[in-house]
């Protein structure tokens, strides 16, 4: 299979993470467009800085596919030898999409993806709504039936055509009566990490209790020394991904909640070295929201500070450990290849 994965240079957790992926997948040949130099061995400081972990997790990991070398190239004129066309960021790339679609015949456009890992639920071309009708009207004349839609955040049918509940509680409520998901070629997309990040460490060998990050600011007084870090803004506790990875496999719990959107690398992270993820307000989430499988049988859900340390104490080191169990398996489904795989075989039908 060749797929032809369009990117607006921008890094994002989701599509980055589905690009590692598909590189893990025997047979599949991925020509990114631009070269994607983050995500590759060769990649400089200067690449790496720019991500949003500044380079851990997903990042400077690739060797290069050397039969994807010369095919960068006037990629326009082999457009019709992919078997898929992936666009990264639609609200970049709009232009560039609705030129594509419009030049391949109906058939094809099955084989465009959409790959949509903004934290808002909002779809294209609804999301930056007043951006886009100051400076392309043109785009809400765009049309993406056809092509298959790829969506990270969801809340309700409403907020897809930009009704939020937190802005517009009644039209929400009044438009999610009679608006609708896409039922065909819609799906939920989620983060992933490398396979090879997943270590096993046993919920007894954990040394303290919460990973040295905290998200929520209710739980302040658990971090004596760190306040929440807000929403948008880089604060890292540790100086390396060394110093990171080290903290979480000795850490027994990690606290986790909705920032921007649903979805976080760290999830994953977390679960991936054995902490166990303390989800604030996870049954306020839909079900089709990623991330996705996440319930009491392998993580913690709580609402307030009162209600997370209750649930700690009343559970037994046997029901913490089988909790831990339950969410390694969790996130081996969630794997950058994992993922990868899944994407393949819904494009395919």
Excluded at 56 to 62: A, I, Q, R, V, W
Excluded at 193 to 207: A, D, F, L, M, T
Excluded at 259 to 278: F, N, P, S, T, V
């Amino acid at each position: 299979m060749k797929i032809l994965f369009l990117n607006a240079n921008i890094p994002n957790y989701v599509t980055d993470g589905l690009f590692h992926g598909l590189h893990a997948i025997p047979g599949i040949m991925v020509v990114d467009v631009p070269r994607m130099n983050y995500m590759y061995k060769d990649a400089t400081f200067e690449d790496l800085y720019k991500t949003g972990s500044k380079g851990n997790t997903l990042y400077g990991l690739l060797q290069e596919d050397k039969r994807v070398q010369g095919r960068r190239t006037y990629w326009q004129a082999d457009i019709d030898q992919y078997d898929l066309i992936i666009f990264s960021d639609i609200f970049e790339q709009c232009d560039l999409f609705n030129f594509i679609y419009k030049s391949v015949s109906a058939e094809r456009r099955g084989a465009l993806c959409i790959v949509d890992g903004y934290d808002i639920a909002t779809l294209f071309p609804y999301f930056n709504f007043f951006f886009n009708l100051r400076v392309r009207p043109w785009s809400f004349l765009y049309s993406t039936k056809g092509a298959q839609y790829f969506k990270r955040e969801y809340s309700n049918s409403a907020e897809l055509y930009g009704f939020a509940k937190e802005k517009y509680a009644s039209l929400n409520a009044i438009f999610s009566v009679f608006l609708r998901r896409p039922k065909n070629r819609f799906y939920t997309i989620t983060m992933s990490v490398p396979e090879e990040i997943i270590e096993y460490i046993p919920y007894r060998s954990k040394i303290k209790d919460f990973v040295d990050y905290n998200v929520d600011p209710e739980l302040d007084c658990l971090f004596p020394n760190r306040k929440a870090v807000e929403v948008g803004k880089w604060l890292p506790s540790f100086e390396n991904q060394y110093q990171y990875y080290q903290d979480i496999k000795g850490s027994r719990f990690g606290i986790t909640t909705r920032r921007a959107g649903w979805d976080c690398l760290r999830h994953y992270e977390y679960a991936a070295m054995g902490a166990i993820l303390c989800f604030k307000n996870l049954n306020s989430k839909s079900n089709v929201c990623a991330p996705l499988d996440l319930d009491e049988t392998n993580c913690i859900p709580y609402t307030d500070k009162e209600d997370l340390v209750a649930k700690i104490r009343r559970k037994t080191i046997g029901e913490l450990e089988s909790i831990q169990e339950a969410q390694y398996k969790w996130v081996s489904g969630y794997t950058t290849k994992a993922v990868a795989n899944r994407f393949i075989a819904q494009v395919s039908g």
